[in-house]
Protein backbone atom coordinates (compact mmCIF):
# COMPACT_ATOMS: atom_id res chain seq x y z
CA UNK A 1 0.00 0.00 0.00
CA UNK A 2 2.65 2.72 1.12
CA UNK A 3 5.13 1.86 -0.86
CA UNK A 4 7.05 4.56 -2.09
CA UNK A 5 6.33 6.30 0.89
CA UNK A 6 7.72 4.34 3.40
CA UNK A 7 10.87 4.66 2.85
CA UNK A 8 11.00 8.24 1.70
CA UNK A 9 8.81 10.04 4.51
CA UNK A 10 10.41 9.47 7.05
CA UNK A 11 13.78 11.31 6.09
CA UNK A 12 11.66 14.22 4.62
CA UNK A 13 9.41 14.65 7.53
CA UNK A 14 12.47 14.96 9.66
CA UNK A 15 13.87 18.06 7.60
CA UNK A 16 9.89 19.15 7.00
CA UNK A 17 8.92 19.00 10.64
CA UNK A 18 11.77 21.00 11.87
CA UNK A 19 11.32 23.69 9.18
CA UNK A 20 7.45 23.65 9.84
CA UNK A 21 7.51 25.38 13.01
CA UNK A 22 8.73 28.53 11.71
CA UNK A 23 7.50 31.73 12.82
CA UNK A 24 6.94 34.11 10.29
CA UNK A 25 3.90 36.53 9.33
CA UNK A 26 4.80 36.35 5.56
CA UNK A 27 1.93 33.08 5.50
CA UNK A 28 1.06 33.75 1.68
CA UNK A 29 1.76 35.78 -1.08
CA UNK A 30 -0.39 38.62 -2.64
CA UNK A 31 -1.95 42.00 -0.91
CA UNK A 32 -4.49 42.84 1.79
CA UNK A 33 -7.23 40.04 2.68
CA UNK A 34 -9.75 42.71 2.91
CA UNK A 35 -11.54 42.15 -0.46
CA UNK A 36 -10.58 38.81 -1.22
CA UNK A 37 -12.71 35.75 -1.77
CA UNK A 38 -12.04 32.48 0.08
CA UNK A 39 -11.10 31.06 -3.11
CA UNK A 40 -8.56 33.97 -3.75
CA UNK A 41 -7.09 33.54 -0.47
CA UNK A 42 -6.71 29.77 -1.01
CA UNK A 43 -4.81 30.66 -4.08
CA UNK A 44 -2.14 32.59 -2.18
CA UNK A 45 -1.38 30.09 -0.05
CA UNK A 46 1.65 27.93 -0.49
CA UNK A 47 1.50 24.16 -1.42
CA UNK A 48 0.53 24.74 -4.94
CA UNK A 49 2.97 22.85 -7.34
CA UNK A 50 3.07 21.05 -10.64
CA UNK A 51 1.57 18.97 -11.98
CA UNK A 52 -1.54 19.14 -9.65
CA UNK A 53 -1.82 22.75 -9.54
CA UNK A 54 -4.60 24.28 -7.07
CA UNK A 55 -5.44 20.57 -5.74
CA UNK A 56 -9.08 20.48 -5.18
CA UNK A 57 -11.11 17.83 -6.68
CA UNK A 58 -14.12 18.19 -4.65
CA UNK A 59 -14.48 21.68 -5.38
CA UNK A 60 -14.64 22.69 -2.17
CA UNK A 61 -13.49 26.14 -2.86
CA UNK A 62 -16.42 26.71 -4.92
CA UNK A 63 -18.65 27.21 -2.48
CA UNK A 64 -19.85 30.62 -2.04
CA UNK A 65 -19.66 30.26 1.70
CA UNK A 66 -16.15 30.04 1.75
CA UNK A 67 -14.70 33.03 3.21
CA UNK A 68 -11.30 33.97 4.10
CA UNK A 69 -11.91 33.32 8.17
CA UNK A 70 -12.90 29.70 6.84
CA UNK A 71 -10.33 29.07 3.93
CA UNK A 72 -7.88 29.98 6.99
CA UNK A 73 -9.37 27.16 9.63
CA UNK A 74 -8.73 24.34 6.35
CA UNK A 75 -5.61 25.85 6.20
CA UNK A 76 -4.85 25.62 9.94
CA UNK A 77 -6.77 21.92 9.96
CA UNK A 78 -4.37 20.87 6.65
CA UNK A 79 -0.92 21.84 8.71
CA UNK A 80 -1.54 20.50 12.03
CA UNK A 81 -2.82 17.23 10.67
CA UNK A 82 -0.03 17.10 8.06
CA UNK A 83 2.96 17.57 11.08
CA UNK A 84 1.24 14.62 12.98
CA UNK A 85 0.96 12.41 10.22
CA UNK A 86 4.83 13.72 9.47
CA UNK A 87 5.74 12.64 13.00
CA UNK A 88 3.56 9.39 12.74
CA UNK A 89 4.72 8.06 9.75
CA UNK A 90 8.34 8.05 11.34
CA UNK A 91 7.49 7.07 14.86
CA UNK A 92 5.58 4.15 13.24
CA UNK A 93 8.44 2.82 11.76
CA UNK A 94 10.50 3.34 14.99
CA UNK A 95 8.81 2.06 17.12
CA UNK A 96 8.33 -1.27 15.64
CA UNK A 97 12.17 -1.34 15.53
CA UNK A 98 13.04 0.43 18.34
CA UNK A 99 10.94 -0.08 21.57
CA UNK A 100 12.81 0.18 24.60
CA UNK A 101 9.88 1.70 26.66
CA UNK A 102 7.64 -0.25 29.23
CA UNK A 103 10.75 -3.48 29.16
CA UNK A 104 10.52 -3.71 25.32
CA UNK A 105 7.24 -5.51 25.80
CA UNK A 106 5.77 -3.77 23.06
CA UNK A 107 6.67 -5.34 19.78
CA UNK A 108 5.23 -6.49 16.69
CA UNK A 109 3.19 -4.18 14.66
CA UNK A 110 2.35 -0.47 15.40
CA UNK A 111 -1.28 -1.09 15.01
CA UNK A 112 -1.84 -2.46 17.96
CA UNK A 113 0.63 -0.98 20.52
CA UNK A 114 -1.34 0.99 22.09
CA UNK A 115 -3.77 -2.16 23.10
CA UNK A 116 -0.22 -3.60 24.39
CA UNK A 117 0.47 -0.34 26.34
CA UNK A 118 -2.64 -0.19 28.24
CA UNK A 119 -2.03 -3.76 29.39
CA UNK A 120 1.39 -2.55 30.52
CA UNK A 121 0.30 0.56 31.86
CA UNK A 122 -3.23 1.16 32.10
CA UNK A 123 -2.99 5.21 32.59
CA UNK A 124 -1.09 5.32 29.33
CA UNK A 125 -4.41 6.88 27.48
CA UNK A 126 -5.04 10.33 30.03
CA UNK A 127 -1.66 10.33 29.58
CA UNK A 128 -1.43 10.89 26.40
CA UNK A 129 -4.77 13.04 26.29
CA UNK A 130 -3.44 14.83 29.03
CA UNK A 131 -0.10 15.49 26.51
CA UNK A 132 -2.34 16.25 23.59
CA UNK A 133 -4.53 18.75 25.68
CA UNK A 134 -1.95 21.11 26.73
CA UNK A 135 -0.16 21.40 23.26
CA UNK A 136 -3.74 22.00 21.62
CA UNK A 137 -4.57 24.63 24.36
CA UNK A 138 -1.04 26.66 23.40
CA UNK A 139 -2.08 26.11 19.78
CA UNK A 140 -5.68 28.24 20.30
CA UNK A 141 -4.58 30.50 22.74
CA UNK A 142 -1.82 31.82 20.06
CA UNK A 143 -4.19 31.24 16.70
CA UNK A 144 -8.11 31.41 17.75
CA UNK A 145 -10.70 33.96 19.00
CA UNK A 146 -12.20 34.17 21.91
CA UNK A 147 -15.96 31.92 21.61
CA UNK A 148 -17.17 35.63 22.35
CA UNK A 149 -15.86 37.14 19.65
CA UNK A 150 -16.19 34.45 16.60
CA UNK A 151 -16.98 30.65 17.22
CA UNK A 152 -14.49 28.64 15.58
CA UNK A 153 -12.75 31.98 14.03
CA UNK A 154 -9.02 32.48 13.83
CA UNK A 155 -7.04 35.95 14.83
CA UNK A 156 -7.08 38.00 11.80
CA UNK A 157 -3.73 38.59 11.95
CA UNK A 158 -2.94 34.87 12.44
CA UNK A 159 -0.84 32.82 9.61
CA UNK A 160 -2.15 29.25 9.56
CA UNK A 161 0.18 26.99 11.77
CA UNK A 162 2.72 30.05 12.46
CA UNK A 163 2.82 28.93 15.95
CA UNK A 164 5.98 30.55 16.85
CA UNK A 165 8.24 27.16 17.39
CA UNK A 166 11.30 27.17 15.80
CA UNK A 167 14.13 25.96 18.11
CA UNK A 168 16.54 25.71 15.30
CA UNK A 169 15.94 29.21 13.66
CA UNK A 170 15.64 27.61 10.28
CA UNK A 171 13.74 30.35 8.94
CA UNK A 172 15.32 33.11 11.25
CA UNK A 173 17.56 34.58 7.96
CA UNK A 174 15.11 33.91 4.89
CA UNK A 175 13.02 36.19 2.68
CA UNK A 176 9.72 35.94 1.82
CA UNK A 177 9.93 33.82 -1.18
CA UNK A 178 12.27 31.46 0.74
CA UNK A 179 10.04 30.92 3.47
CA UNK A 180 7.23 30.50 0.91
CA UNK A 181 9.20 27.85 -0.77
CA UNK A 182 9.78 25.89 2.85
CA UNK A 183 6.32 26.29 3.78
CA UNK A 184 5.40 24.82 0.19
CA UNK A 185 7.73 21.88 0.82
CA UNK A 186 6.21 20.98 4.28
CA UNK A 187 2.50 21.57 3.21
CA UNK A 188 3.32 18.93 0.53
CA UNK A 189 5.17 16.50 2.69
CA UNK A 190 2.22 16.45 5.33
CA UNK A 191 -0.28 15.96 2.54
CA UNK A 192 1.95 13.01 1.30
CA UNK A 193 2.21 11.70 5.15
CA UNK A 194 -1.48 12.38 5.62
CA UNK A 195 -1.96 9.13 2.65
CA UNK A 196 0.76 7.41 3.94
CA UNK A 197 -0.18 6.61 7.60
CA UNK A 198 -3.64 5.66 6.80
CA UNK A 199 -1.55 3.59 4.19
CA UNK A 200 -0.12 1.82 7.03
CA UNK A 201 -2.91 1.49 9.48
CA UNK A 202 -5.03 0.02 6.33
CA UNK A 203 -1.92 -2.02 5.81
CA UNK A 204 -1.00 -3.68 9.09
CA UNK A 205 -4.74 -4.09 10.14
CA UNK A 206 -5.14 -6.45 7.19
CA UNK A 207 -1.70 -8.04 7.29
CA UNK A 208 -0.76 -7.67 10.48
CA UNK A 209 3.04 -7.41 9.71
CA UNK A 210 5.40 -4.93 10.02
CA UNK A 211 6.24 -1.99 7.58
CA UNK A 212 9.58 -2.55 7.29
CA UNK A 213 9.27 -6.78 7.34
CA UNK A 214 6.41 -6.18 4.81
CA UNK A 215 8.73 -3.99 2.49
CA UNK A 216 11.79 -6.76 2.38
CA UNK A 217 9.13 -9.57 1.91
CA UNK A 218 7.11 -7.85 -1.24
CA UNK A 219 11.37 -7.05 -2.45
CA UNK A 220 10.39 -3.49 -2.04
CA UNK A 221 13.76 -3.14 -0.39
CA UNK A 222 16.88 -4.95 -1.29
CA UNK A 223 17.68 -7.94 -0.08
CA UNK A 224 20.77 -6.26 0.59
CA UNK A 225 19.30 -3.74 2.80
CA UNK A 226 17.35 -6.24 4.88
CA UNK A 227 19.85 -6.01 7.59
CA UNK A 228 19.27 -2.50 8.11
CA UNK A 229 16.21 -2.67 10.36
CA UNK A 230 16.31 -6.04 12.34
CA UNK A 231 12.95 -7.73 12.02
Known sequence: VTGVQTCALPISAVFSVSASMAGSKAGSK???????????????????ISPTGFFDPLKLSDSPNITVSEAKRFREAEVTHGRVSMLATLGWVVAEEYHP?????????????FQE????????????????????????????????????????????????????????????????ALKTK?????RIAMISIAGYAAQEGVD???IWKGLVEEKIVPAVDADLLPY
Not at 101 to 113: D, E, K, Y
Not at 146 to 162: A, M, R, W
Open 208 to 210: RVT
Open 117 to 180: VEEVFPQFWELVLLVIALCEGYRISVGWNNPKEGVFSLKDDYVPGDIGFDPLGLAANLSEDELY
Open 186 to 190: EINNG
Open 101 to 113: LFGGQIGGPAFGH
Open 30 to 48: GGSKGNMSGKEYMLTLPGI
